[in-house]
């Protein structure tokens, strides 16, 4: 693969503070919680990025406010920012991205997965690359690629399930 | 000498470097043991050994001594000559030279040097030996980790045991343990060698001569480390933390005063250093050689650490207002940051050891100076940029501490300070009798200055702490310069913090807390130091109390004064001041008096808050607040029950829930109350007594209900010869009713006569409170309590109870728990034992006369019913059969709990009614009920309830604080009895409804049994529980009972013991969780279901992947459940179980 680190120096920034959410004591045991922006952070934030043991949270690839919902839509866009322009590792990305929000997510969702824009040099064709879902399902059928997949997808040490 | 092959055997096992490590640990135990056993002695062992020893194959020796060396130190406590301990430990001390084999050498050495006195020791001259060998030939830092500290600590232990050997070794080791410490990164050798040096130190002081070179050296060395900084991260498996190295660095850097040329710069250098970590290294290390250099080292660097000190404590980021912590008026000023507190901390005792010097710096310091100078521009609050705030803050907290530390210098600080403070204010020396008065009239003139007040409240505390602390000791000179300031200005402080707080809308939150925290500084100095005049101690409480009872709007100002009021309270009681006690009386009276005052038109939640916290505040107080409650509720039920006008209903309850919550928990932990709670029952039930005809509407209910509830716990609480006392009364009330027939001289003898129950009750609200109440009496006594007229009582509960009122069936079930026995010959002051009461409750015949079968009364009648044949259904009227059934259940609870063998015949009847020739056989009697609410409502299913009643712990009664008699492990019994029984039935039940109702009544007995019991007939029981809960999921009625069901399932599975049986069972068991998954009624039991299914994915791949599909299918349809935390749940199940395919 990949002889030399595309970016070998990223910056690492410092990951948010969970927030946790006040449960009140007495829940109404049939009040729906709609799914939200930070239930979707939540399931993404502890991907690792393909190339360092960071997380796409660490790197900044993927923020709270680049994700947009809309639950009652079933609708989902995720925008992410590669650490450098020319990142070959883009699609890794936004393969996993779109993995992870697959397993997680109600089939009834449609998901969007979106590189900033002015965040990376063929923009265009990786979002076509992201969303087109044969390619996907093809990608998908690459055992190599599939492993890379699980292997950012694997829940790192603190998190274990 | 099968004995010596045997020992060559295992020596050689030992030696050979290609046998695995357990062999190797077996052999060395097998040689230990024999030598623990005297059946080889050591000379038999080195002998034997001696060609390993000697080998020139380094390999082979280096295992051979390592052998010996080992051996030696499982022998510790076994006694050796000493000639053996001679010539063993020379041979050791000459083979440290061997660096090929030297590990074996190194522990040999030390377990022989840790020996202690008794079984045998290392002479003095070894011990050289050892020494000299050491410096000679080790270099300790060319070693392996565990090699060096090893050595570290035989080092060490030389140090400890054979401190003579080491005078004589002189100069020559300190260099040996520089060479040795120099360099060296491991923190567990690095731990080691920091307490070489301080023993070092400490031991020999003198050793290294005076000649500054060599401390210098060593010091060099040691201030390398300075602050300690770990890289380690935190998960990695280093057993020694930053805060023990750093700690052991710190005791070597102050083993001697000759450091401290050499400490004291550094540690000054480190503190301007920006990590944090450094400031609070150096901070500690600082204030610890304070202690341990002595007053003439640290003079010299006075100048330097104050000023260091003092820029520590400027530029921390606290301001004022951050530490006016609402929660508690005391928080001023003291929540710092660490590093000023650390500051403070090393500052304290500076001044403690040289006070004269420090406070002159402190005096005579221009920063501190320059605020005061400038005073008068810090006039209010919100006017003060940020940084002047943390130069007033910083000021305060140096001036707190000065004072703080010693009287003398308190008497400094305020000769310097608080004078300008004095002027600020524009305070003058007031006689405290002139113009007090609380309305502030006669205030200070416009704003009091903010910084001038916010310091002398810093001050003031500081000297009230000082005091407080010191008048335990007692030894004081009475009027020290501070006092007496303080005497002659404290009424006019006082006026100037009353005009702070009390200046309407416009006053700020930090305002309203510097006046609040002064009046309670004020308030709570010791008397034999500042005599506080009484009228300025009642003026002060009056103007608190004004602001309770006035500025409730504002709900912080409230806050403050009434936890300012509480902590004088608390204060008053703690040490005992009288004088003080009788003006706070004073004011308990007063916020008492509020209660009732109709004219306060404050909210009656914050006058309960209000009373019930100063009462709490002292044992005192509560008995004047309590009968203010008592009194209060009293007047609230008699206007409840005379007139039927209530006022607002949620005072009465919110007054009787302050009542239970808060007051009473608080009276159960003090002694002397029990007269007050025993009068207040009584008055009630007098209250009662007198009032024949209640006009109170049914929609009062709750009042009556926290009522009872009070009542109940009142009663729970009192002695027993009060609850006689009330008994009596409650029985009197009970039996002058016109429900009660059965007066001892009306019926006699009452066996005869049997119980009626064909008329119709007809219960007004006062009866029924009347019952409910006497019933809650019965529920909350002691068992010796004793009863007026038990037979009589016995009867009232049963014909009640076949009635349908509940609480005389739980009244009964108490009684039947508590009473005494004949069999265990308990004491009893009761005349009726347990046997005879049992006797009344299952043997009185019972008539009734319904359209469907008459009887007629008396005992020779076949016709007649005892309580078993009611529940069994021999009366055709079905509402009666169920109120008999859920009787039995608490008479039955009441008998299990106090594990009584009777319980058998409950449940014999209960199972009986399970095989009722048809469960349904009533139905033609409700005839448009369709058929399924029939089969809820269903006598079966009652039976079956009984058992939850039974094994469920009841907040109501028959519980610790209601005085049952409890036997251990009853729970765990009673399961082990009837689960065998259940079980039988279940398998031999005919229809599927019955073994439904056989399976719920099982499955509330499993539910409460705890985990343990259950889990060990986890292969019996885990059909029953998967039918149990598939039969709970059709509807939402037993939501808990489930959720607990569910639960011991997944402690079933996950326990290892019964995997076996979970795999057998896996395919149902996840048909069963699969289901749970998507049971609507409860989110607990979805999150259960899918962490039970995670539990199953790590089951044999065979015996789990044909059912991965049907997982996955229910996986995915949780991840749209409507709670989150289910999704997430079922995120994490869905990866288990789709990994399956790739693992």
């Known amino acids: 693969m990949v002889s030399e680190l595309i970016n070998a120096n990223p910056v690492v920034y410092e990951k948010k503070e969970r927030r946790v959410r006040s449960t009140p004591s007495c829940v109404d045991e049939y009040a729906a919680e709609p799914i939200d922006q930070l239930e979707i952070f939540d399931h993404l934030r502890d991907i690792k990025d393909p190339e360092h043991p960071y997380s796409l949270e660490e790197l900044k690839v993927i923020t709270e406010d680049a994700i947009e919902v809309d639950d009652s839509n079933s609708y989902v866009r995720v925008t992410f920012t590669p650490t450098v322009e020319h990142c070959s590792m883009a699609t890794i990305i936004g393969l996993c991205l779109r993995v992870k929000l697959m397993r997680s997510l109600p089939s009834r969702y449609k998901v969007d997965i979106r590189i900033a824009p002015g965040s990376h040099a063929t923009e265009a064709a990786v979002n076509k690359q992201l969303n087109d879902k044969e390619r996907v399902a093809a990608a998908l059928e690459n055992p190599n690629l599939v492993d890379m997949v699980d292997e950012c997808l694997a829940p790192s040490n603190g998190f274990a399930g | ?1143």
């Open chain 2, 1 to 1143: 000498m099968a004995e010596l092959s045997e020992l060559t055997r295992h020596i050689e096992s030992y030696v050979d470097a290609s046998r695995s490590p357990s062999e190797q640990v077996a052999s060395l135990r097998a040689i230990t043991s024999l030598l623990n056993k005297d059946l080889l002695s050591i000379e038999i062992l080195v002998r034997e050994m001696g060609l390993y020893l000697t080998n020139t194959d380094s390999v082979i020796r280096c295992r051979g001594i390592l052998l010996l060396a080992e051996v030696l130190d499982s022998l510790s406590s076994k006694p050796l000559e000493t000639s053996t301990i001679h010539s063993l430990i020379i041979f050791f001390a000459d083979r440290l030279a061997d660096w090929k084999a030297l590990r074996g050498a190194l522990v040999g050495c030390l377990a022989l040097i840790r020996r202690t006195d008794g079984v045998g020791m290392v002479t003095i001259s070894d011990a050289m030996a050892v020494m000299k060998s050491y410096v000679q030939n080790l270099h300790v830092q060319s070693l392996a980790q565990h090699d060096r500290k090893l050595c570290f600590e035989l080092l060490e232990c030389l140090l400890e045991n054979y401190p003579d050997a080491f005078v004589s070794a002189g100069t020559e080791i300190f260099y040996a343990i520089c060479e040795a410490v120099d360099y060296e990164k491991d923190p567990q050798c690095l731990l080691v060698a920091f307490h070489i040096v301080e023993l070092a130190m400490r031991q020999f002081p003198d050793l290294c001569g005076p000649s500054d070179g060599s401390v210098g050296e060593i010091f060099d060395i040691l201030g390398r480390y300075f602050p300690i900084h770990f890289t380690h991260a935190k998960g990695q498996d280093v057993d020694v933390t930053r805060d023990e190295l750093s700690r052991a660095l710190m005791f070597a850097f102050t083993s001697t005063p000759l450091f401290e040329p050499f400490a004291i710069p550094l540690l000054l250098e480190k503190l301007s250093s920006s990590l944090p970590l450094a400031k609070i290294d150096s901070l500690k290390c600082l204030s610890h050689c304070t202690l341990k250099y002595g007053t003439d080292r640290m003079e010299k660097h006075a100048m330097a650490i104050w000023s260091s000190l003092r820029n520590i404590v400027f530029s921390s980021s606290q301001e004022p207002l951050l530490c006016f912590d609402s929660e508690s008026v005391d928080g001023v000023g003291f929540s710092d940051d660490e590093i000023a507190k650390e500051a403070l901390t090393v500052l304290e005792k500076l001044v403690m050891q040289n006070s004269v010097l420090f406070l002159n710096l402190i005096v005579n310091d221009e920063d501190i100076n320059l605020i005061f100078n400038n005073i008068n521009s810090y006039k209010s609050f919100s006017n003060i940029s940020l940084q002047s705030k943390q130069k007033i803050h910083g000021v305060g907290c140096i001036l707190a501490t000065a004072a703080r530390s010693t009287i003398s210098s308190c008497n400094r600080i305020f000769e310097s300070f608080f004078p300008c403070l004095i002027n600020t204010l524009g305070l003058s020396i007031l006689n405290p009798s002139d113009n007090m008065s609380p309305s502030g009239k006669h205030a200070v003139s416009g704003t009091p200055n903010f910084g001038a007040l916010y310091l002398s409240v810093i001050l003031l505390e500081a000297c009230r702490d000082l005091t407080v602390g010191s008048a335990q000791g007692a030894s004081f000179p009475a009027h020290e310069t501070f006092c007496c300031m303080l005497e002659s200005f404290s009424a006019s402080l006082a006026r100037a913090f009353i005009s702070n707080v009390g200046r309407g809308n416009e006053t700020s939150i930090a305002d309203v807390i510097l006046g609040v925290k002064g009046l309670q500084i004020l308030a709570t100095f010791p008397g034999s130091f500042l005599p506080i005049p009484e009228s300025l101690l009642e003026y002060i409480l009056t103007a608190l109390l004004s602001i309770i009872a006035e500025n409730f709007q504002s709900t912080l100002s409230w806050n403050l004064a009434l936890k300012a009021l509480v902590n004088i309270g608390l204060y008053i009681e703690k040490y005992h001041e009288s004088k003080k006690e009788i003006s706070y009386m004073v004011v308990v009276e007063k916020i008492g008096s509020l209660l009732t005052a109709a004219e306060c038109v404050m909210p009656y939640s914050r006058k309960l808050e209000a009373i019930s916290e100063v009462g709490m505040s002292g044992r005192n107080y509560m008995l004047k607040v309590v009968p203010r409650l008592e009194e209060a509720i009293f007047t609230n039920l008699s206007d409840l029950f005379e007139n039927g006008d209530t006022g607002p209903v949620d005072n009465t309850v919110q007054l009787l829930e302050c009542y239970t919550n808060k007051v009473l928990p608080w009276i159960n932990n003090s002694e002397g109350f029990d007269e007050v709670l025993h009068l207040f029952v009584i008055n009630i039930w007098n209250q009662i007594e007198c009032c024949k005809h209640f006009s109170i509407r049914t929609e009062e209910e709750d009042i009556l209900e926290a009522t009872i509830k009070t009542i109940k716990f009142v009663i729970s609480n009192c002695s027993e010869t009060s609850q006689n006392v009330i008994v009596q009364k409650a029985y009197a009330v009970v039996s002058s009713c016109h429900f009660f027939s059965w007066n001892e001289s009306v019926v006699n003898p009452i066996e005869m006569r049997g119980l009626d129950i064909s008329h119709k009750l007809k219960l007004s609200i006062r009866d029924r409170l009347v019952l409910s109440l006497f019933s809650s009496v019965i529920m909350a006594i002691h068992p010796q309590t004793r009863l007026p007229d038990v037979r009589a009582t016995l009867w009232l509960f049963m014909e009640l109870l076949l009635k349908g009122h509940v609480p005389s069936a739980q009244a009964l079930g108490s009684m039947v728990n508590k009473f005494g026995s004949k069999s265990n010959g308990q004491s009893t002051l009761n005349d009726c034992l347990l046997e005879e009461a049992m006797d009344i409750i299952f043997n009185t015949s019972i008539s009734h006369a319904d359209s469907a079968f008459r009887i007629s009364t008396g005992i020779e009648d076949k016709g007649t019913m005892t309580l078993k044949d009611l529940c069994l259904g021999a009366s055709n009227n079905r509402q009666l059969q169920i109120n008999a059934i859920v009787g039995l259940a608490w008479i039955g609870k009441g008998l299990l709990m106090r594990g009584h063998e009777k319980v058998k015949d409950i449940v014999m009847i209960l199972l009986e009614c399970f095989s009722l020739k048809d469960g349904r056989h009533f139905r033609q009697d409700s005839g448009q009920e369709n058929c399924e609410q029939d089969v809820s409502s269903s006598v079966m299913t009652y039976a079956a309830d009984a058992f939850h009643i039974m094994m469920s712990d009841s907040e109501v009664c028959l519980s610790r604080r209601y005085h049952a008699n409890i036997r251990p492990l009853y729970k765990q019994r009673f399961f082990s009895t009837m689960m065998p029984i259940l079980q039988a039935l279940i398998i031999k039940s005919d229809s599927l409804f019955k073994r439904s109702i056989l399976c719920r009544a099982l499955a509330y007995i499993m539910s409460e049994t705890p985990l343990v019991a259950v889990q060990g007939e986890a292969k019996k029981l885990t059909p029953v529980l998967l039918d149990a809960l598939l039969m709970f999921s059709k509807d939402n009625q037993d939501k808990d009972t489930m959720y607990s069901l569910l639960l011991l399932l997944s402690g079933i599975l996950t326990d290892k013991s019964s995997q076996e049986d979970v795999i057998e069972n896996a395919h149902i068991i996840i048909n069963c969780l699969t289901r749970m998954v998507s049971y609507p009624h409860m989110m607990l039991v979805r999150e259960t279901a899918l962490q039970c299914l995670v539990a199953m994915s790590v089951l044999p791949h065979s015996r789990i992947y044909p059912l991965r599909k049907q997982v996955l299918q229910a996986v995915s349809r949780a991840l749209d459940d409507p709670k989150r935390s289910v999704r997430l749940q079922a995120v994490t199940c869905r990866q288990a179980w789709l990994s399956l395919a790739t693992t």
